[in-house]
């Protein structure tokens, strides 16, 4: 799956989480622009596991700032690799 395809799907995701149509692109604060409470957080991350069929820990989380950064760890995440790994 290519990251268009990916963030495409996230798109899709934001929007049923949050119930609204919401701008969503590469550069999308996921916490300032998106401003979820922690249920919605929530989620929102079981929904990505679930439609990207990966599994997130803590540490995927941690230091996510970006649309553009949360798709390359999902991207990632599906080819198998660990984060940051070349």
Request: aromatic share 2%; charged share 35%; proline share 0%.
């Amino acid at each position: 799956m290519t990251e268009a395809e990916i963030l495409s799907e996230l798109r899709a995701i934001v929007r049923d989480v949050t119930g609204e149509a919401v701008l969503v692109t590469r550069k999308t604060d996921l916490l300032g622009d998106l401003q979820l409470d922690s249920l919605k957080q929530l989620e929102l991350v079981v929904e990505i596991e679930n439609r990207f069929g990966i599994c997130l820990d803590a540490e995927d989380e941690q230091g996510l700032a970006t649309v553009a950064e949360l798709t390359a760890r999902i991207a990632d995440r599906m080819s198998g690799r660990e984060f940051g790994d070349a």
